[in-house]
Nanobody, 126 residues
């Protein structure tokens, strides 16, 4: 499995971005995909995840209903749609694959994820 996250950039507060996580080695519909982010000097933080059945979980404290995760099976890609971006959303965003339980159960624990993409930088200016 080789995951590649893309779509980051420099935006202003209030703008939107859509990040993509493409899998070049395995069907993204076979496992749960999580999104994490890491700001400078801070620990990696769970953003959300999507299971094989399309169910999603989010870190509601951080994303406050502004972010949505979806999957396009035909493109073998998972997306993170981010709206109403805030400077606090700045960081490197990673996608990760969780192969446990056939992708039915999702977790916010980064230790449980088996494979990680290289990350994409998101910078939100005020």
């Amino acid at each position: 499995v080789q995951l590649q996250a893309s779509g980051g950039g420099l935006v202003q507060a209030g703008d939107s971005l859509r990040l993509s996580c493409a899998d070049s080695g395995r069907s993204a519909s076979d496992y749960a995909t999580g999104w994490f982010r890491q700001a400078p000097g801070k620990e990696r933080e769970f953003v959300g995840a999507i299971g094989i059945d399309g169910r999603t979980i989010y870190n509601t404290k951080s994303v406050k209903g502004r972010f949505t995760i979806s999957r396009d099976g035909a493109k073998n890609t998972v997306y993170l749609q981010m709206n109403s971006l805030e400077p606090e959303d700045t960081g490197v965003y990673y996608c990760a694959a969780d192969y446990r339980f056939g992708g039915v159960i999702m977790t916010s624990n980064p230790i449980e994820y088996d494979s990680w993409g290289q990350g994409t930088q998101v910078t939100v200016s005020s």
